[in-house]
């Protein structure tokens, strides 16, 4: 079955071809189908609504079953900040390491004990005969004071789980642990009851 992965971003694409590969769905995007998708305001308040309002954009595009995440970093002391703003936490040119930056300047004085944090990513599917659902993952950890590993992205270098940092860790393992991981397993689980 062919899915849409509604997604501008190349590294979740690759992230997210990878964990739904096994499942029998051949995911596609932008590049496969020589579209160019519009830009999604993500209008939001929660992770639901954004990743609902990208995967019905998705399906308004190209008529497929489309698939859409939103994940962010919820930071305890910082009352659940970033959160669905995560992308975009620096600012408008915001750009992963400036993110990762201003995080870490934002708990500079916080003792690492309390400096927990989940990452959390919701995928929203939708069909183009009105179908759909979502599926909820998410990943406890702390965040770290300072960067470590080139693998991921995102907040990856700084988010330290029981496995270790995600910026260090094997995609393999980080995909048995990760929100995103986690949510496509439920996704998993929930699809076999619409195909």
Request: proline share 4%.
């Amino acid at each position: 079955m062919k899915f849409f992965i509604a997604t501008k971003n190349p590294k979740k694409l690759k992230e997210l071809k990878r964990i739904l590969e096994p499942l029998g769905i051949d995911a596609v995007c932008e590049s496969d189908l020589d579209i160019v998708l519009p830009e999604v305001e993500e209008t939001g308040t929660t992770f639901s609504e954004n990743a609902m309002l990208k995967a019905v954009s998705g399906m308004n595009a190209t008529g497929l079953v489309s698939v859409a995440d939103d994940s962010g970093l919820c930071v305890d002391a910082l009352g659940g900040e970033p959160g669905v703003y995560s992308a975009r936490y620096s600012g408008p040119d915001s750009n992963d390491n400036r993110n990762i930056e201003k995080l870490l300047e934002s708990l500079k004085d916080v003792p690492y004990e309390i400096r927990t944090a989940r990452f959390v990513t919701v995928v929203a599917c939708v069909f183009p005969d009105g179908r759909s659902f979502t599926a909820e993952g998410v990943c406890e950890g702390h965040i770290t004071t300072e960067k470590h590993g080139d693998n991921g992205f995102g907040y990856d270098p700084v988010f330290e789980t029981h496995k270790g940092v995600f910026g260090e860790l094997d995609s393999s393992v980080k995909d048995a642990i990760s929100h995103r991981g986690k949510a496509l397993k439920k996704f998993s689980e929930i699809i076999k009851d619409y195909i």
